[in-house]
């Protein structure tokens, strides 16, 4: 088990290093940097001075390893646009992506499984055909779409819910939150929605194959013969023993989310780093973007990781099989 | 007339088949292949069959700005769906538009399976270090979506190159991000199915009489993994010309002079509040329709090919 998981550290390790000298490579070869900072009429020799003075005529290792310090201690540059460091526009932005994704992920979950148990269960049923049928829509309709649909139909016609932005926030030290205020609430359910419906499908599809795969296999089948109450069945046998599979795609997705909030922080005007990111590539802003892929680099690993303990938490088998295996 | 009748027993055969029996009991099938086709026809017909051209500047007349469609009050019988901010017809842009969208479409996913069969065939065939590098490679790229490949890939685009060479190249690079984030999917299917050809007994005979091992990747192996390829592909097709209207939608995608289906979408989106949805409803229509009936042929067709499914 020790083996399989610094394995997968060592993974992500290099997975960090790659992601890394690519935001290098872009700091380094998209522009002079010192065109940027001089004034027009500046000897080569006043360049030469600023040069050396940044340490940019160090070789280029020295200077990767520079930069690798300057990530790790969140030094992370100043924008081009702004001209305001990198580090401060991201934190300002970070709550708003995470508290929609969060949410996002707890609508995927919380209708997506029972969603996939019940269509898992009652297969022919109307009912089921018919969410099947919205989820084959879901999965072909793209997020923008859901969002601007979303938007003519509760905010346009019935002006229900706000089209933009997050409502009134609440600042709690660095993190500004939109949970405590009832216009910061009414301001994440659209594009929340938006972000999760896809994600909802998914777990739904698979909730259900999983059910019907699982409901197949002999011990189910002698539960039955067991006399036991089909609700103990259903959710204490067969539930339990698709979650393996769902645990794993659900983590993954929380990446997904976290990409596909660029879309929807678009859609919504959502001030969140995905917002972000999509202004920094209009106006090639590259510390904004290479920050930015630094940090969900890292969001992915982190996730990718807990994901694999997760695994092993869920599933005693795999404990078992790994450490035989490895002998 | 010997290649008339060949093409008649080809034809005979292909109807007793398997697959075309699948196809003819299934009406949503039917139903979505007759769509794509329709879609495929206007979309290479485009030129001729709109009413309007509106890459015509000068045909444009501005006092026909935002009509309604023509059932609505108020609408013109020339403009079937209505018209935009600059009088253009809404049906004609949306015919022009689905082109281009297509165009992309196809273009990237002819580049993702180029590029992916040959790594996976060459990774399953020669396998070693090669195979390690292309698969510890793929494993990277798919840990991350490939909706931030793309834009990653179009943000140092329009950093190295100078803005207007970049409105000009917009297209071909928005066609490379786009096939070089769906390769894996290719390479991973052709690889595994590659390892089982590899040890199967034609293989080794091509290899005893010494031809050449691109010769045999190409000419021996390739052809029987065409199947599930050919599955990938079309699926495959959907999501690029999703990924093509996201990133028009996006403002980072094809320029607004020739503009795809994404680009009408992010038009017309900001015409929604003043209560004129037709500038985006109907390019959204469309776009599902489209994106829907290659989805459930793509569907079909995996299921018509894997007999192990039924």
């Known amino acids: 088990m020790f083996a399989y998981i610094a394995r997968r550290a060592l993974q992500s390790v290099l997975v960090m290093a790659s992601v890394a000298f690519v935001a290098f490579a872009l700091f380094q070869y998209m522009g002079d940097p010192i065109n940027q900072m001089v004034a027009q009429d500046a000897s080569a020799a006043e360049r030469e001075a600023l040069r050396r003075v940044l340490g940019l005529d160090r070789p280029f290792y020295v200077q990767f390893l520079v930069f690798l310090k300057n990530i790790a201690t969140g030094n992370f540059g100043f924008s081009f646009r702004v001209g305001s460091p990198v580090a401060q526009i991201i934190a300002e932005r970070l709550p708003a992506t995470l508290e929609l994704v969060f949410v996002a992920a707890m609508f995927a979950l919380f209708i997506g499984v029972p969603a996939g148990v019940y269509t898992g269960l009652h297969r022919h049923g109307a009912m089921s055909r018919f969410m099947l049928t919205i989820s084959l829509i879901g999965v072909s309709l793209p997020t923008f779409l859901i969002g601007i649909l979303l938007i003519l139909i509760f905010a346009v016609l019935l002006g229900w819910l706000p089209s933009f932005g997050r409502g009134q926030t ?6 500004s939150t939109g949970f405590l205020t009832t216009s910061g609430l009414k301001a994440l359910i659209l594009p929340s929605i938006t972000l999760g419906l896809f994600q909802t499908t998914l777990i739904m599809r698979l909730v259900r194959s999983e059910m019907l795969e699982v409901l197949r296999t002999d011990y189910i089948k002698f539960a039955r013969a067991r006399g036991l109450t089909n609700r103990a069945i259903n959710f204490g046998h067969a539930l339990k023993n698709t979650l393996v599979p769902v645990i794993t795609i659900a ?12 879309i929807t922080e678009t859609v919504f005007q959502w001030p969140g780093m995905g917002f972000l990111f999509i202004t920094a590539i209009q106006f090639v802003d590259v510390p904004v973007m290479s920050s930015y892929l630094v940090l969900v680099a890292l969001f992915f690993v982190i996730i990718n990781l807990i994901v694999d303990l997760l695994y092993f938490a869920v599933d005693p088998r795999l404990r078992v099989e790994r450490s035989v295996s490895a002998h | 007339m010997k290649t008339w009748r060949n093409l008649k027993d080809l034809i005979r055969r292909f109807a007793g088949s398997d697959v075309f029996f699948s196809f003819k009991r299934s009406p949503t099938v039917v139903a979505a292949f007759l769509l794509t086709l329709i879609f495929l026809v206007a979309a290479v017909f485009a030129p001729w069959i709109v009413p309007h051209n509106t890459y ?11 009509l309604p469609p023509a059932w609505i009050e108020g609408g013109r019988a020339t403009y079937l769906l209505g018209t935009d901010e600059q009088g253009r017809d809404v049906f004609s842009t949306i015919i022009l538009g689905s082109r281009v969208s297509l165009l992309v479409g196809f273009a990237s996913v002819i580049l993702a399976l180029t590029l992916g069969v040959a790594l996976g065939l060459i990774a399953g065939y020669v396998g070693g270090v090669t195979d390690t590098v292309i698969m510890r490679v793929a494993d990277v790229k798919l840990s991350f979506p490939a909706i931030l490949i793309v834009l990653l890939i179009d943000g140092v685009a329009r950093g190295v190159m100078p803005r207007d060479l970049h409105d000009k190249a917009a297209v071909y690079v928005i066609v490379l991000a786009i096939g070089f984030s769906a390769w894996i999917q290719y390479a991973r299917t052709v690889r595994g199915l590659t390892l089982v050809e590899k040890n199967k007994e034609y293989v080794q005979a091509a290899r005893v009489i010494g031809l050449h091992p691109i010769l045999i990747m190409f000419r021996h192996v390739l052809p029987n993994v065409t199947g599930p390829v050919l599955v990938i592909a079309t699926l495959g097709l959907g ?64 299921d018509a090919l894997n007999p192990k499914l039924r």
């Open chain 1, 170 to 175: 609440v600042q709690l030290g660095f993190w």
């Open chain 1, 251 to 262: 983590g993954l997705q929380i990446g997904g989310l976290i990409a596909f909030a660029i």
């Open chain 2, 56 to 66: 015509d500047v000068a045909s444009l007349n501005l006092m026909d700005a935002r």
């Open chain 2, 239 to 302: 999501i690029a010309v999703l990924t093509e209207s996201t990133l028009s939608f996006l403002g980072v995608g094809v320029p607004p002079t020739e503009p795809s289906l994404g680009t009408l979408i992010r038009i017309g989106n900001n015409f929604l509040f003043s209560g004129e949805w037709w500038m985006a409803i109907f390019p959204g229509i469309f776009l599902v329709l489209l994106v829907l009936s290659v989805n459930l042929l793509g569907d079909w067709l995996r």
